[in-house]
């Protein structure tokens, strides 16, 4: 059964579908499915042309993607739910609250995961290092306190400004693909 995860971000055609779009590429061939959803969906609309561009620019496809609505259901069958903002993560946990500890934003479990040993995940596949890393990742919230986890809104805005939200969603999620595909070393001995 593969593992879901759920992009969350406002109208669902700029930072979430980029990351849905990267996450996929990165997790190609892995039992991981990544999809997403907006709070504010712009229902049926395909991804904004400036972020396809960045998007398509870094190896991943654009093209096919419809915007969609969150919901409950899509919340309930995530096993992990990346919100761009803090203010996406208070929005799906007020929707599905026993989301809480499986919906972090993108920025906050690429920070968290970087103080997780990664010699506590699994060899094993994609998902079950993802399953694995969530409450790893979780504890420690307490220690490393908040960040600055927030994603830029483009929509509307310059090229500039959707140059900045995409870089400000790709090394996070270059750091999650790396963090759930990257195989353990053992030591010999």
Do not use: K
């Amino acid at each position: 059964m593969a593992t879901r995860v759920l992009v969350v971000c406002t109208g669902n055609i700029c930072r979430s579908p980029a990351v849905e779009r990267l996450l996929a590429t990165g997790l190609a061939g892995t039992d991981v499915e990544v999809s997403s959803a907006g709070t504010w969906a712009m229902r049926g609309h395909p991804m904004s042309p400036p972020m396809a561009e960045l998007v398509e620019a870094a190896g991943a496809r654009a093209d096919g993607f419809v915007a969609r609505q969150l919901t409950s259901a899509l919340v309930r069958e995530a096993s992990l739910i990346l919100a761009l903002t803090r203010e996406h993560r208070t929005a799906v946990v007020e929707l599905e609250p026993a989301a809480v500890r499986r919906t972090f934003t993108l920025r906050e479990l690429a920070r968290l995961s970087s103080a997780v040993d990664p010699q506590r995940l699994p060899a094993g596949t994609a998902g079950e290092r993802l399953v694995a890393l969530l409450p790893l990742a979780a504890a420690q919230r307490a220690a490393l306190g908040p960040g600055d986890d927030d994603v830029v809104d483009p929509n509307g805005g310059p090229a500039s400004l959707y140059r900045r939200s995409f870089d400000e969603l790709d090394g996070p999620t270059r750091q999650l693909v790396d963090v759930l595909t990257r195989r353990p070393t053992t030591s010999v001995g």
